[in-house]
């Protein structure tokens, strides 16, 4: 069993971005020995600070697909297409920050943009209730771009240009993020998945977890994907097969859902 796993709005609680209500779950999975891959719009730093925070050493996924790390712990893993990046092993499927930037740069005035890449870390403090610190981590981008438009209204001529450039838009929670064509979550978990079948030489039964439209090419691309509900009570609207509604938002949410999903398995 594999577990992959949105952050915010999923495992951490959108308001406060606390896992407290996810523990009894994150305990059985740390018990159990299945391991838990953050794929998230957050970047590297980001993750990195959280998962030193609960203790975790297993790959990630950063930036909605830009890049799957692999830790030191997983050297005996064939990686192919692997890099060294920063002590660990990268599978790249973004693009360069600064190509992304360029594209920003560029139309910015005519779309009435605000990339993070505009925002300063009080900015972003004031914008997503990180703290500055945290801020700091997540302008560390390598691969994707989080923005605002001044006008919605702008998106679809906007997501046109980006096609044309190699680049799409998709959406999280607070942001849009332009990203790679060829990246998202879902081919990201398709990766990860490969990797692990090839050097583990068996089946695995995945687990995808998620709740906005950048989560739904990785619901698409697990067994059993989970959806949790928006902080208002509200679902994305999507319809896949053994598709596990979450009965509420956030960490208590993805707690009950994976929960359940331990137990129907026999997994105590
Ligand atoms: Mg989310």
Redesign the pocket.
């Known amino acids: 069993m594999l577990i992959f796993t949105?952050?915010?709005?999923?495992l951490l609680d959108?308001d406060g971005y606390s896992y407290e209500g996810a523990r009894p779950a994150l305990e059985r999975i740390r018990r159990l020995s299945v391991p838990l891959v953050f794929v998230?719009?957050k970047t590297r730093a980001e993750v990195e600070r959280l998962q030193e925070a609960m203790g975790l050493r297993e790959p990630f996924v950063a930036e909605n697909g830009g890049g799957i790390f692999f830790p030191a712990e997983y050297g005996n893993f064939r990686i192919p297409g692997g890099v060294e990046r920063g002590g660990r092993t990268l599978i790249r499927l973004g693009r360069p920050y600064p190509e992304i930037r360029r594209f920003v740069e560029e139309r910015k005035a005519r779309f009435g943009i605000r990339g993070a890449g505009d925002l300063s870390v009080e900015d972003l403090v004031e914008m997503t209730g990180l703290s500055p610190e945290e801020a700091y981590l997540a302008k560390q981008r390598e691969f994707t771009e989080p923005f605002l438009l001044d006008d919605d209204s702008a998106l679809a001529a906007l997501g046109r240009e980006a096609l044309a450039a190699g680049l799409k838009i998709t959406r999280?929670?607070r942001f849009h993020h332009l990203i790679g064509a060829g990246q998202d979550k879902g081919e990201a978990v398709k990766r990860t998945l490969l990797i692990v079948r090839d050097n583990l030489g068996g089946e695995v039964l995945s687990i995808g977890i998620?709740?906005?439209p950048?989560?739904i090419p990785m619901l698409a691309a697990v067994d059993i994907p989970v959806l949790?509900p928006h902080p208002d009570g509200r679902y994305e609207g999507i319809d896949l097969p053994n598709l596990v509604k979450a009965t509420c938002p956030g960490s208590r949410g993805w707690n009950e859902a994976v929960g359940g999903i331990l137990d129907r398995f026999g997994k105590t």
């Open positions: 949105d952050l915010d709005g999923s959108h998230t719009s999280g929670g998620g709740d906005r950048n989560d949790i």
